[in-house]
């Protein structure tokens, strides 16, 4: 049965968090708040956090820094997966993917149909692996985040995960969450 294992060790994995956003601050950056709060209450580590405009260049510079650092297992990305003529995080992410998870999408639009219905048709919500570290990239909605780490990503990257979790995927972590 599908599920966290308690009697495994957990091992914390060290995420970063964008917000992708012309008009959020990190004061009003809720959606981003959540992911930090939801993964360090998780055990996670927070590996760096930062606020860019709706820009493919400042998007792509800065999952690819993250992407470049040993230090940082999975980056999380919050806004610009819509249909507005901003919203540009895909075509800035996925070039740097030499994976597409495809199964991410899937999930978390079976998740959020219970939660907004046919609204997560409005969603172009995607991961994948770029270099040894996971992108997933959500809604700038924090009900969104919320749908996304609640019943997704907090069980798939907790070590514990059973049969299998993302963890055991991580260079690092292959030996001991195989």
Same mark, same amino acid.
């Given at each position: 049965?599908?599920?966290?294992? /308690? ?6 994995? @060290? *995420?970063?968090? +964008? ?14 708040? $959540? $992911?930090? /709060? ?13 606020? %860019? ?5 400042? *998007?792509?510079?800065? %999952?690819?820094?993250? *992407?470049?650092?040993?230090?940082? =297992? ?22 740097? &993917?030499?994976? /597409?998870?495809?199964? &991410?999408?899937?999930?978390? @639009?079976?998740?959020? $149909? ?6 997560? +048709?409005?969603?172009?919500? &995607? ?8 992108? &997933? ?12 780490? =609640? ?14 979790? +993302?963890?055991?995927? +991580?260079?690092?972590?292959? /030996?001991?969450?195989?």
């Amino acid at each position: 049965m599908p599920g966290i294992d /308690e009697r495994l060790e957990f091992h914390p994995l @060290h *995420i970063a968090v +964008l917000t992708v956003s012309d008009t959020r601050t990190p004061e009003t950056d809720t959606s981003g708040g $959540l $992911l930090v /709060e939801r993964l360090t209450a998780a055990g996670h580590r927070l590996a760096g956090r930062a606020l %860019v405009p709706d820009d493919v260049d400042a *998007i792509r510079a800065q %999952v690819q820094a993250w *992407i470049d650092d040993p230090a940082v =297992d999975v980056v999380l990305t919050t806004g610009g997966t819509g249909f507005s003529p901003r919203d540009v995080t895909p075509e800035a992410v996925r070039p740097l &993917f030499r994976r /597409e998870m495809d199964g &991410f999408s899937v999930v978390f @639009h079976q998740m959020s $149909l219970g939660t907004v219905g046919l609204s997560t +048709l409005q969603s172009r919500a &995607f991961a994948g692996q770029a270099g040894d570290s996971f992108v &997933f990239c959500l809604p700038g909605s924090t009900g969104a985040c919320r749908d996304a780490w =609640d019943l997704v990503l907090g069980q798939e990257l907790d070590s514990r995960y059973r049969p299998c979790s +993302l963890a055991g995927q +991580l260079p690092r972590l292959r /030996e001991v969450c195989a």
